[in-house]
Structures are given as C-alpha cells and as structure tokens.
C-alpha cells in the first residue's frame, strides 16, 4: 500500500527510483511520480495508471532528468481523492522548493488544511499528503534547516506516515521520518536510500536500518543521521538484509504466484527445518518465551489476523484446540479493536500477517499487550512493526512473497501453527504421543505430496478452462477444511474477480442454496474424515438443483466421477494436516482461472499487498 524510495549519490537518480518502484509494484498502487532536483531546481513527473506509464514520460525527457542525482519517488494506492496526476505523489508546497512523498493518513488533515489555507496555501490536491509538504515549507521559513523543519512539522501531525522530503535550497539532503508505517534506510558508499520496503534497495546494498516511530533521518551522499522527536542524537543500528536479490525475480514462471505457488514444497521443508529434528523427539520452538508454566495455565487464545493470514489462523484454532484442548477465539483484527475485547495475562494472543504491517492488526496487538497479554507474533517479516512488538516472535521463513495474492506464506504460515500445536501439546501433555508423532510424520513427508500436485497440474489447468467462464462460485468444506473453502474462494476472487463465497458446507441449506443452478459452480473440498460422507451429502443436495459440481478430493472411490462434473485428486493425507494439502490445488485454479481471462494475476486491481491503514 503506497510505496516510498529516496536517493542521494553520484548516479542518475531516476533510474534508481524508477527500479525501486517496480520493485514495491507488488505493494499495490495507482499512480506514481518521481521529483528530483535538476540543476537547482526540482522537477516532478507524474502518471496516473501503471509505473510504466511514469518509465514512458521520464524517457521522453531521460538526459535532462538523469542529471539529477537526488531524487524521491512513490507509487500511490488512493486513499483521500481519486487516482489522478493531480493527486499523485510527490506534492509540493505553493512555491515549489519542497517535494514530499507520503505512505499513510493524516488524521488531523482537514483542521491543518484549513489553517495553511488561512495563512495563504493554496491546494490543488484533494490529498491529505499535500498538507505536509505545506507545513514543512512554513517551517522551513521559520527555521532555515531542513530536518528540524521536518521534526516540528510532524509534532503537528496526527495519525500514520512515512514521508520522504526534498527541498530546492538543500540540494544535498534527503530528510525523512515515520510513525506506524515502515521506513528503512539503505546504506551505500557515496550513496544512501530511503524505502517503505528492503525490495526497492535490496539489489544496491544489503546494509541497512528500521527507523522507530517518531525517528527522523538526514541522509546525504556520505552520512546518515538519525534523530528522536527530541532533537536526541540516535546511535545508527545497521543490519545486514537477509534478502537476497534473486528474490525478486519470476526465474522463469510467468507470474509471481505461480512461482511463489511452486516454492511451497521447500517452503514447508524450510519452517521445519531446526524445529521438527526427528519425530520421535519433541518440537524446538526457542522462539516461543512464554514460561512454560505460564503455558500450562492458559485459559484462552485469542488469534487476530486479516484476509489470508485470518485462514490460517482458523486453521490454527482447529488444530490448537483439537490437540492442545485450550479454546481459541479467532476474530479479524478489524473487529476485535472496536469492541469490549475480554483478555488479560492469562491469555495467549496470537497476531498473524504476512507483512508485519497490517495496521488493523498492530492495534489489536497494542491493545492486548496493554492488558497484560502475551504476544505471539506468526510473521514472515521478522523486520516488521510486529515483530518488534512481539514477546514472543515465531517467523515463518517463506521469503519474500511478491504476488499481492498470498500463497506461500499462508502455508508456512499454516505450518507454523502445527509447529505450535505440537509444541504447546507436548508441554501440556495433552495429546497422545502416537498422535504427535503421525502428524509430524505427515509434515516431513507433506512437501513431496505437494510436489505430486504441482507435477499433475495440467488437471487443474484443464479444470479451470472448463469453469473460466463462470461469474459466480461456491466453495463448500466443513471442520479443518472450512479455512480452507474460504481462503480458496478469497484466492479465486481476488485475482480473477470471479464472485467466489466459502461457506462451511452444512450451512448450504439454510439459505445460500437459493442461488443454486446450473450457472453457479459448487466446489467441494472432500478430504477423507469424519466430515467425508456429510459433505458427500451436500454435494448430492447441490447437484439436485442442478449445480456443476468440482471436487477435490484425497478419496480414490470411483463413485465420485458419477456426482461431480470434474475432480482434482490430491494424494492421501490425514485429515488433521489436510488444510496443508488442499490449498493447492484451490491456489492454482484460481491462478489458471485468472489467466485465461487475461486478468493482472500478480497485481490485481483495487489490492495493496501491505495494508497499512485501518
Ligand atoms: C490475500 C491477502 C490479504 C492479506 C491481508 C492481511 O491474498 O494477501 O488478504 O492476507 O491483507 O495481510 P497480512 O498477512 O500482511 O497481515
């Protein structure tokens, strides 16, 4: 959601700008711009639409603009007016000297426009950015320097952002600071960059630093300087990225998601790796703090989380109450921090995010630390806001997932919660030992079951041909599985915006089995279980109305090929680690779905992969 790259160094900035934004494309965006500063004088390129767009103007122009070697850039994902030029990022103040990039809202935007107003600004944005890039400039009059205008600029200031500034009689400098929206800084030898994220710096260096709330940097070409809101001089804490650059590239697949689709076997095998040693030997969760009496103890868990990460989380409740015999509440996070919430020190809260950066969820967390919960943060982004805010911090390692639609990290994300179940299982001796040790068979051998589906795809590709044309579908599963109708149905609609609607299948008759007819495809995901026969029956219920019906199934009873229209066999699998297994084959009908209809797989519209306002 928005994304933010400065530069200052010895080359032509707008290359690295323009390469840093394609590289934060995956955070969702619709419109971008650039403003550097040309032989004293800033200039802004704008475009509405796609990065290439901005590539096609900046082009017309390159040898003129690549004299500049100071620059900051944005991709915006519209949150105050639409998506125009006009809005885009950067903005400037009424004489043009400052240039400011945004990622975040101001709260208070509406009160400080007035005042600027009052005192002689003029807006031509409906943005709340442009109120910033108006007080920094007033307070730069004020006080000739440039980060201390920043700093007192912000104190004014209420709600989230990162913002990167520029200004023309400070040809030098780059000042930029955040609260509640992430910023790191990138270090190089004659150069510096700024950035919402690793990806827009990771091929130039591997040196950097995570800015805390209310911090502010000064960057030129040779020194980096950070300060609190206080005017404290801050020690810099350089880190050395654990990205690599190849990260970054399809390695041949046409999309992302396929790509990222097609790492889940390794990604499996990575999030067991050092934790599951042997099956007969307990799980290693070093990263879990919490005393083990405390464990013991636990009255409740409580897992907050968004979309994807919200699924896994489902699942985790399943599995965590089936083998831990603790209840788990699972509430979006969204929900859960406008309302009484009941938690208190004997209460596990459980935050889960891909990103580490969805706001909803970095308030639901605040709110239960402050009522003495313990946190337990599930997050592929160990450099994230959560995880710093996390007692206990257990990271997913699925790598950098580029594909806005998640994939990937939902499994190891899924796995993870396994892990945890074992492990807080074996603490508590609440499952038999004979249970523990199939389920972490099942998990050592899950990443070559995966491999057989990955290899058998063509079904799926064949499958998704036959049902592309369809405007409406149903996904239907129950216990452990009905996390995974849902995260099938969120996968198919966001990429390929296809009506898809999970429902716990029981649910069927008492209402949504009014739309059923032979327009509305129901898919049913038939795992071997206690559930079988009874989704068996839905199914029989949904074909009586005439519906077209898909399963995917681990059952070899020829039986089915009567009832259902098509069928994705999936190898055999307890049920209890099923969820694991079933999603894929759901992710890549979604993926063939949307590709045959010629849709932005990788960066569907209106989606920020990073949702960093509430
Ligand atoms: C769907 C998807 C979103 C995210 C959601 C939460 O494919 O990616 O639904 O799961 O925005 O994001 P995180 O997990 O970063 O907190």
Known sequence: MCGIVGYIGNKPAVDILLEGLTNLEYRGYDSAGVAVNVEGKVELYKAEGKLQNLKNIVQEKYEHISKSVIGIGHIRWATHGVPSVTNAHPHTCNCGKVAIVHNGIIENYKELRAKLEAN??????????????????????????????????????????????????????????RRNAPLVIGFGEGENFVASDVPALIQYTKKAMYLDDNQIVTLTPDSVKVIDENN???????????????????????????????????????????????IDENISLSEVT???????????????????????????????????????????????????????????????????????????????????????????????????????????????????????????QVISFYLLAIYMAEIKNSASKEELIKIKHELIV?????????????????????????????????????ATALEGALKLKEISYINATGYSAGELKHGPIAMLDESMPVLSILMKGKVYEKILSNAEEAKARNAKLIAVTNSDDIKLDELFDSIIRVPDIEEILSPALAIVPLQLLAYYIAEFLGKDVDQPRNLAKSVTVE
């Open 120 to 177: 002689g600004c003029t807006f031509r944005s409906q943005t709340d950015t442009e109120t910033i890039a108006h007080l920094v400039a007033s307070k730069y009059a004020q006080t000739k320097d440039l980060t201390e205008a920043v700093r007192i600029a912000t104190k004014e200031i209420e709600g989230a952002y990162a913002i990167a500034v520029i200004h023309q009689d400070v040809k030098n400098t780059i000042v930029a600071t």
């Open 232 to 278: 404290n001089s801050i020690p810099l804490k350089i880190e050395n990225l654990p990205w690599e650059p190849v990260a970054l590239s399809k390695m041949g697949y046409k999309h992302f998601m396929l790509k990222e689709i097609h790492e889940q076997p390794d990604i499996v095998r990575n999030v067991l790796t050092g934790k599951l040693k042997n």
């Open 290 to 412: 919490l005393d083990k009496d405390k464990l013991k103890d636990l009255k409740r868990i409580q897992i907050v989380a968004c979309g994807t990460s919200l699924h896994a989380a489902l699942v985790g409740k399943y599995i965590i109450e089936e083998l831990c015999g603790i209840p788990v509440d699972v509430e979006a996070s969204s929900e859960y921090i406008y309302r009484t919430t009941i938690t208190d020190e004997n209460t596990l809260v459980i935050g889960v995010s891909q990103s580490g950066e969805t706001a909803d969820t970095i308030t639901a967390i605040r709110q239960a630390k402050k009522k003495g919960s313990h946190i337990l943060i599930v997050t592929n982004r160990p450099d994230s806001t959560m995880a710093r805010e996390a007692d206990s911090l257990v990271p997913v390692n699925a790598g950098i997932e580029v594909s806005v639609a998640a994939t990937k990290s939902y499994m190891a």
């Open 446 to 482: 899950l990443p070559q079951k995966i491999e057989q589906i990955l290899n058998h795809k063509s079904d799926i590709q064949k499958c998704a041909k036959a049902f592309s044309g369809h405007k409406d579908f149903i996904f239907i599963a129950r216990g452990i599985n009905y």
